[in-house]
């Protein structure tokens, strides 16, 4: 049985930072695309950031490139979120999402994973 278990959320001001952490467990392959993502209140989860653990470029929503950064320890079976410069507007509940294989162009696509996390909430005050 896949488990994918988030934390590390919190509260902020505004400019602060904060990291996220993700463990997936019971996955058959060791290498699979782990998501971040993010839905704030009123609206559609957003990918935010993704990773392949199996190594590769991350790939980063243009609201956070520059400010979030994915990165893993396969050893741990972890993938963590950096995010630093935060702003109000990154208000959301943050889920991580993993699944073996998710096809070229729907990787921060909510639609392209198999496995979710319950989410941690991240809170950013200006």
């Known amino acids: 049985q896949v488990q994918v278990v988030e934390s590390g959320g919190g509260s902020v001001q505004a400019g602060g930072s904060l990291r996220l952490s993700c463990e997936a467990s019971?996955?058959?392959?060791?290498?699979?695309?782990m998501g971040w993502f993010r839905q704030a209140p009123g609206k559609e989860r957003e990918g935010v950031a993704v990773i392949y653990t199996g190594g590769g470029i991350p790939s980063y929503a243009d609201s956070v490139q520059g400010r979030f950064t994915i990165s893993r320890d396969n050893a741990k079976n972890t993938v963590y979120l950096q995010m630093n410069s935060l702003k109000p507007e990154d208000t959301a509940m943050y889920y991580c999402?993993?699944?073996?294989?998710?096809?070229?162009?729907?990787?921060?696509?909510?639609?392209?994973?198999?496995?979710w996390g319950q989410g941690t909430q991240v809170t950013v005050s200006s």
């Open positions: 019971g996955l058959t392959d060791s290498r699979a695309y």
């Open positions: 999402a993993a699944d073996p294989w998710v096809v070229a162009g729907r990787r921060l696509a909510k639609d392209g994973y198999k496995y």
